[in-house]
């Protein structure tokens, strides 16, 4: 079963942190994908964990590929942009977690999330399955 995931699961397999073990174990699934955005979006994660001084610039550097290296399949963000803002205007919440959703409910897939805030809004949603971590 496809599943798509967010970058607060990719991030889980990089940083090491409350929920890696289970976000790694996802990583067993078959296919994982994820909009475009992830690559951003992880990347801003180890940015700030460099900046904090978690992880060594090194580290960051082969970071970013290992996390991107589990996902299947990238959709092009730009192909998710209407659904995205629908869904931002309809949850009344930033459109960088819908383009997720959006990708969820075009492939019909369930979305894994680690984020509580936009899994909780999501559970509005009847037409998108949403997974916590």
């Known amino acids: 079963m496809t599943l798509v995931v967010d970058a607060s699961v990719a991030v889980l397999w990089v940083l090491p942190q409350n929920g890696s073990e289970r976000a790694l174990a996802l990583r ?12 951003a979006e992880v990347g801003n994660a180890i940015w700030k964990a460099v900046r ?6 090194e580290h960051a550097l082969t970071a970013i590929d290992a996390a ?18 629908e869904f931002s205007i309809e949850l009344d919440h930033p459109i960088y ?13 369930p979305l894994v999330c680690a984020d509580k805030r936009i899994a909780e809004k999501a559970k509005r949603l009847k037409r998108v399955e949403i997974r916590p971590l």
């Open 52 to 57: 904090r001084a978690e992880v060594s610039r």
């Open 97 to 109: 977690d819908c383009f997720y959703l959006a990708l969820a409910e075009r492939e019909h897939a």
């Open 28 to 39: 067993s699934e078959q296919p994982l994908i994820a909009p475009s955005l992830i690559v």
């Open 68 to 85: 991107l290296a589990a996902v299947n399949q990238l959709a092009p963000m730009e192909d998710l942009r209407l659904s995205a803002l």
